[in-house]
Nanobody
Framework: EVQLVESGGGLVQAGGSLRLSCAAS????????IGWFRQAPGKEREGVSC????????YYADSVKGRFTISSDNAKNTVYLQLNSLKPEDTAVYYC??????WGQGTQVTVSS
């Protein structure tokens, strides 16, 4: 059974940083990609970043490019999303995603102005 468990969200002031973690289990980690999405109140879920676990290639949405960094520790089956220079508009529930339509439960990130 595929499981994705996010952690690391919280309340931070604008300009601050957080590191989100996504611990994955139930599949061969190295064969896949893992993505981060977010959903703000009243808005659609949007893609934030993605990493290929086989070759390390990454993707970032324009809105977070230069501020967020995705990385993985394949030995720990964990993907991280480092959030720097946070803005109030980054406030959202952040979800981890794996191919096949698997989602984590989400972790809340709140950025105060």
């Amino acid at each position: 059974e595929v499981q994705l468990v996010e952690s690391g969200g919280g309340l931070v002031q604008a300009g601050g940083s957080l590191r989100l973690s996504c611990a994955a289990s139930g599949f061969t980690f190295d064969d896949y990609a893992i993505g981060w999405f977010r959903q703000a109140p009243g808005k659609e879920r949007e893609g934030v970043s993605c990493i290929s676990l086989s070759d390390g290639s990454t993707y970032y949405a324009d809105s977070v490019k230069g501020r967020f960094t995705i990385s993985s520790d394949n030995a720990k089956n964990t993907v991280y999303l480092q959030l720097n220079s946070l803005k109030p508009e980054d406030t959202a529930v952040y979800y981890c995603w794996a191919p096949g339509g698997f989602w984590g439960q989400g972790t809340q990130v709140t950025v105060s102005s």
